[in-house]
């Protein structure tokens, strides 16, 4: 049995990283869970974090303490 193969090339400038420092982003649902793991990390690599909630304020005050 004959087992086709293809190499896939990404397109140029797929992969490379971008630099995220003094950006932007708003993070929804980062009271808990995986929004409050986003927006720590981003924070962490120089973002400016927008965070919001829906019904859990102190979480979302847990997330902004943890990215100052």
Request: hydrophobic content about 45%.
């Amino acid at each position: 049995e004959r087992v086709e193969r293809r190499v896939l090339v990404a397109p140029e400038g797929v992969g490379r990283l971008v630099e995220l420092a003094g950006r932007v982003a708003l993070v929804t649902g980062a009271g808990r869970r995986v929004g409050r793991a986003l927006a720590v990390a981003l924070g962490a690599r120089g973002m400016r974090v927008a965070v919001h909630y829906r019904g859990s304020a102190d979480g979302a005050e847990e997330t902004c303490a943890a990215v100052r």
